[in-house]
């Protein structure tokens, strides 16, 4: 049983994009399923990524168990989702992840990935003076999506790179749809953001200050609520759902070009931006192995140091190996 949700906020029309508003948290999980019955498996996803990856390689089908998809624009009201039992699974990048740990939310690591870091970036407008991150000094910066993001880390890395500090910039906070639509209007001058929304930006003109190769990890994380973990029947499920998703990253690093065809039309984005998001991939899914708990830890350590965490984090607390074999 399969629930699909319509295209993600950013693409939809100026009026819905602040659908996933904070102010709207309790409507938006009452809308993806608060009251869920326990046999139904809830899989999260940000900007209908998994979903089109699972429907283009034609995966996800006549399995033993119900599913449906509960879609967010970004990874902080994902895990509010996962925090209120509303969503099993959410798949997410390594701070925002790390920001929902240290915040409580009941979640293990059952498996990982590793993107390119050309898939988060500081963006300018195209015909904005500042050339440079030296050039941020005493600027605003809005990031996607809320403190612990991995544009929120990109930032933190890019200005120690430049030789600034966090307090040499303003920093504001917005989730992705809402940023976009500021973007778009040039009430933002500098916006810290990631995958499809960066790439449509970038199709609308938008230059790249910064990418995060070199400063972020790339590591992306399919987590899962510890709430649903205790369930035998959910965590059969969620191990075939890793199986499946194992299946759909292999497709789809195979067959770009159709994958980016299905993503387009799934997310509603133009063929050019579906293929920049495809190209900026190529992740394979693995085990939650100790290498990878150990570079996740550098991130938390970082994140912490900064005072951008409100305790410390022991990520190799978090894994659960016993889903995902690979």
Not at 6 to 19: E, I, K, Q, T
Not at 101 to 111: D, F, R, S
Not at 194 to 223: C, K, M, P, S, W
């Amino acid at each position: 049983m399969a629930v699909y949700r319509s295209r993600p906020a950013l693409l939809d029309a100026p009026s819905r994009r602040g659908v996933l508003g904070a102010g709207l948290a309790g409507a938006l999980l009452s809308a993806c399923g608060a009251n869920t019955p326990d046999e139904v498996l809830v899989l999260g996803d940000q900007a209908n990524l998994s979903r089109a990856k699972i429907e283009a390689a034609g995966l996800l089908k006549d399995r033993p168990y119900a599913f449906r998809w509960a879609n967010f624009a970004g990874a902080a009201p994902l895990f509010e989702a996962v925090m209120a039992g509303a969503v099993d699974t959410a798949p997410a990048g390594d701070t925002p992840v790390l920001a929902a740990a240290a915040a409580g939310v009941p979640i293990k690591l059952v498996a990982a990935s590793q993107s390119s870091g050309r898939g988060v970036a500081l963006l300018v407008a195209g015909n904005s003076p500042i050339k440079t991150v030296q050039d941020l000094k005493g600027r605003s910066v809005i990031v996607s999506s809320a403190r612990g993001s991995v544009a929120h880390y990109l930032l933190l890395g890019a200005l120690k790179e430049a030789g600034l500090q966090l307090s040499d910039v303003k920093i504001g906070f917005m989730l992705p749809g809402d940023a976009q639509a500021a973007f778009d209007a040039g009430r933002i001058e500098v916006w810290g953001t990631f995958g499809l929304y960066q790439a449509l930006a970038e199709h609308r003109g938008a230059r790249v200050l910064r990418d995060g190769v070199g400063i972020n990890t790339g590591l992306n994380f399919i987590t899962a609520s510890q709430r649903a973990l205790v369930s035998p029947a959910k965590r059969r499920a969620i191990a075939d759902a890793l199986e499946q998703f194992a299946s759909a990253n292999l497709w789809a690093n195979a067959h770009k070009d159709a994958y980016a065809a299905v993503f387009a039309k799934v997310t509603g984005a133009p063929l050019d931006v579906a293929k920049l998001v495809v190209e900026r991939e190529n992740p394979v899914l693995k085990p939650v192995t100790p290498a990878v708990t150990a570079r996740l830890q550098t991130v938390a350590d970082t994140f912490f140091q900064a005072g951008l965490l409100p305790k410390a984090v022991n990520t190799a607390a978090l894994a659960d190996t016993s889903l995902f074999a690979g």
